[in-house]
């Protein structure tokens, strides 16, 4: 069992900066692959971003190539989304997820899901 807890979200400035954090319980935690979505009012869950579990390889959603960055500290259970040159479309509630081999993109296939933390990016 994995629990997770987001936080960072928070109303910011077009071309502002936010850091989103995931914080795991649980055992193993870094046997597990772990990512982002978001999910904006009345739109589909959107894939953001994954770090896979043992060397930490990313990969990442083509809207936040070259704006956001992933990160994982397994020895405190944290992993992290920079996210900079924010847009007004980033406005979303941001997910962590966590599965131990998981078809990245697919939201289906993640076992562990936190609460979601709102991000709004005014423009």
């Known amino acids: 069992q994995v629990q997770l807890v987001e936080s960072g979200g928070g109303l910011v400035q077009a071309g502002g900066s936010l850091r989103l954090s995931c914080a795991a319980s649980?055992?193993?935690?870094?046997?597990?692959?772990v990512a982002w979505f978001r999910q904006a009012p009345e739109k589909e869950r959107e894939f953001v971003a994954v770090i896979s579990r043992g060397v930490g390889s990313t990969y990442y959603g083509d809207p936040v190539k070259g704006r956001f960055t992933i990160s994982r500290d397994n020895h405190n259970n944290m992993v992290y989304l920079q996210m900079n040159s924010l847009k007004p479309e980033d406005t979303a509630v941001y997910y962590c997820?966590?599965?131990?081999?998981?078809?990245?993109?697919?939201?289906?296939?993640?076992?562990?899901w936190g609460q979601g933390t709102q991000v709004t990016v005014a423009s």
């Open positions: 649980g055992r193993a935690f870094s046997t597990y692959a």
């Open positions: 997820a966590a599965a131990t081999n998981p078809y990245y993109e697919r939201p289906s296939s993640y076992d562990y």
